[in-house]
């Protein structure tokens, strides 16, 4: 007698990222890990950005607003490792750095009028 095992999809639940790994607690009981090199952005981020995730739909996936990054339950099984070409990596994170700059930059108004910002001295 041969029985036919439905397919079920694999949802996660939980996610843990350290500089060493990506590791997805799956509804089902299972736990899978892979390097965190395998996925640049979550390699390049910081604690905090690799905190701040959100199950895609009933937990099929991942995703990282923060960071653009998605991550499929279906492909971290399959073993697949991120698409994102060298130089898109690249281009990311030159835009990272010109974004974590800005606050550092004058406003267009301070720029206008001439005046920057005052901190104010404490006594």
């Keep these: ?11 996660a639940r939980r996610v843990r990222v350290t500089d060493q790994s990506l590791t997805f607690e799956l509804a089902d009981g299972r736990v899978v890990s ?5 996925y640049p952005r979550l390699a390049e981020a910081s604690p ?3 905190r701040a995730w959100v199950l895609i ?4 996936g991942i995703h990282w607003p923060e ?5 499929s339950v279906e492909g971290l099984l399959r ?3 991120s698409g994102e070409s060298r130089s898109s990596l690249r281009s ?9 700059n800005k606050a550092l930059q004058p406003t267009r108004r301070a720029l206008r ?3 920057s910002p005052r901190i104010a001295a404490r006594g």
């Design 1 to 11: 007698m041969s029985t036919l095992a439905s397919p079920t999809k694999a949802a």
């Design 34 to 38: 892979v390097p965190t090199t395998w």
């Design 48 to 50: 905090r950005e690799r």
């Design 57 to 60: 739909g009933s937990g099929v």
């Design 67 to 71: 960071l653009d990054e998605d991550i």
């Design 79 to 81: 073993g697949e490792r």
């Design 92 to 100: 990311w994170c030159v835009s990272r750095r010109r974004t974590a």
């Design 113 to 115: 009028t001439g005046t």
